[in-house]
């Protein structure tokens, strides 16, 4: 999905030479220290920032020069770190906002279901709770019907009991065939889900891999656990 990739600002380097690939039901994880880089990675493969040097691919289309609604249109779904739904209207409304076609109301209502929300459908989104305002923000990244959909930080701020609910959502992401690259704090939501893991560190990929062996990596300890 993305080579080469390098960002900067001025003289600060927050990319640096990161590569990720991901495939239809792959799960990567993206963990790392604040400041590694890992939500400017986001912003970039999502469309939000251009990379200084490097590449952007989706199914073999080379997207780097597109912005975040063209490649939303062609499958790369995003969800933010706190959700912003329209409060003023239901939840079923929030998610037909991001659909689009002949089948909007079909890919809706499958997103819905697919993120526990569907008796939802017709709540007020100002009056979710925490767990119910994350899952429509996949629900509204879902309607875009993505290949691929990057999540930043969807478990902070849950109960056990919650961020349990919202890997089982996740995981039915990947098991219907979405490639999902996952940004998160909350290691061992991650771990539940995650096929592969990568760390990163001051801008650089440190370690990649199965996940066990990228957190029992000597540099990963030292860099993300401060061992």
């Known amino acids: 999905?993305?080579?080469?990739?390098?960002?900067?600002?001025?003289?600060?380097?927050?990319?640096?030479d990161?590569?990720?690939s991901v495939s239809a039901g792959d799960a990567v994880g993206v963990v790392g220290p604040n400041?590694?880089?890992?939500?400017?990675?986001?912003?970039v493969l999502a469309g939000a920032q251009r990379p200084n040097a490097g590449k952007v691919a989706l199914r073999g289309k080379d997207v780097t020069?597109?912005?975040?609604?063209?490649?939303?249109?062609?499958?790369?779904?995003?969800?933010?770190?706190?959700?912003?739904?329209?409060?003023?209207?239901?939840?079923?409304?929030?998610?037909?906002?991001?659909?689009?076609?002949?089948?909007?109301?079909?890919?809706?209502?499958?997103a819905l279901e697919t993120t526990d929300l569907l008796h939802l459908a017709n709540r007020r989104a100002a009056a979710l709770g925490l767990l119910d305002r994350k899952r429509l923000?996949?629900?509204r990244a879902l309607a875009t019907d993505p290949a691929v959909l990057l999540l930043d930080e969807v478990a902070g701020g849950l109960t056990e009991e919650e961020t349990h609910a919202l890997v089982e959502s996740i995981q039915a992401l990947v098991d219907a065939?979405?490639?999902?690259?996952?940004i998160e704090h909350v290691v061992q939501a991650l771990l539940r889900?995650?096929?592969?893991?990568?760390?990163?560190?001051?801008?650089r990929v440190i370690a990649e891999g199965e996940p066990d062996?990228?957190?029992n990596d000597e540099a990963v300890m030292a860099a993300y656990l401060g061992t």
């Open 35 to 43: 400041g590694a880089g890992k939500t400017t990675l986001l912003d």
């Open 137 to 139: 923000e996949m629900a």
């Open 65 to 110: 020069r597109l912005g975040a609604a063209a490649r939303c249109s062609l499958g790369i779904g995003r969800t933010h770190q706190i959700p912003r739904p329209f409060g003023d209207m239901t939840v079923f409304e929030n998610v037909l906002v991001g659909a689009s076609g002949s089948d909007r109301l079909q890919r809706a209502l499958a």
């Open 193 to 203: 889900v995650a096929t592969r893991l990568i760390c990163m560190s001051a801008g």
């Open 18 to 20: 990161v590569a990720l």
């Open 177 to 182: 065939g979405i490639g999902v690259v996952w």
């Open 1 to 16: 999905m993305a080579e080469g990739l390098r960002k900067r600002y001025g003289a600060l380097v927050v990319l640096d």
């Open 213 to 215: 062996a990228v957190m």
